[in-house]
């Protein structure tokens, strides 16, 4: 079956405390990326990849770290996480769109979701 | 630079009656516009997709949207709601960054 895997799915931790979310896809899909869901704020988006060892930042990148070293993997990595950092992550994978002279995120395949709780 | 902004928070219909739910986005290019619908405690799903084909898209469920380019819009509608229909719906443009709208919450009363 065709689908975006993340884990954990729900994490309480501590500040400080280092952890990784991980993020697969089984669709040989190019571009991937991460998002945060926050009440009345919508999706945000963390990191994306245009494809392995390409990444970039999106638009709330401050307090993240990822890595694409596989075509099918993109963990993100909370060095330090804070409080501020409680939120419902979303991984996300697409083939890339190329048309009209630029490229970019084509339909996107999510994960279930991960609700981390930062105390 | 690209921004997306949905203009409702909450709209509220009778079952059976139309959807409309509006997005205006803003895009240095001709951008690919998505709408995905959010159902409580669940992933998202898409429901339609624009990437400069026919500007009138139909999708999954019944709905459509119009590609605008003179009004910059990308409004959803839908002719008869149904009580499924009651999630939370993106307004999303991508090009190498994906801009999510804030939402709107799709209320269906009976």
């Known amino acids: 079956e065709a689908q975006v895997t993340q884990n954990p799915r729900y994490l309480i931790t501590v500040t400080g405390k280092k952890l990784t979310v991980t993020c697969s896809q089984n669709?040989?899909?190019?571009?991937m990326s991460w998002y945060r869901q926050d009440p009345g704020l919508g999706l945000r988006q963390i990191y994306y990849?245009?494809?392995?060892?390409?990444?970039d930042k999106g638009d709330v990148p401050e307090g993240y770290k990822v890595s694409r070293k596989e075509k099918r993997n993109f963990p993100l990595i909370l060095e330090s996480p804070s409080p501020n950092q409680t939120s419902l992550y979303f991984c996300?994978?697409?083939?890339?769109?190329?048309?009209?002279?630029?490229?970019?995120?084509?339909?996107?395949?999510f994960g279930a979701g991960s609700r981390l709780t930062v105390l | 630079a690209q921004s997306v902004t949905q203009l409702d928070s909450h709209v509220s219909v009778s079952e059976g009656t139309p959807v409309l739910l509006r997005c205006n986005y803003s895009?240095?290019?001709?951008?690919?516009l998505f709408w995905y619908v959010q159902h409580p405690n669940k992933g998202l799903q898409l429901l339609l997709k624009?990437?400069?084909?026919?500007?009138l898209v139909k999708g999954i469920k019944g709905f459509e949207a119009e590609f605008k380019k003179s009004e910059t819009s990308f409004h959803l509608t839908k002719p008869s709601a149904h009580m499924s229909d009651a999630a939370e719906y993106f307004c999303?443009?991508?090009?190498?960054?994906?801009?999510f709208g804030t939402g709107t919450k799709l209320q269906v009363i009976p």
């Open positions: 996300a994978s697409s083939f890339k769109y190329s048309g009209q002279g630029r490229t970019g995120a084509n339909v996107l395949t």
């Open positions: 895009s240095s290019y001709s951008p690919s």
């Open positions: 990849s245009m494809n392995v060892e390409v990444t």
């Open positions: 624009y990437t400069s084909a026919a500007t």
């Open positions: 999303v443009v991508s090009g190498q960054k994906v801009t």
């Open positions: 669709m040989n899909h190019e571009y």
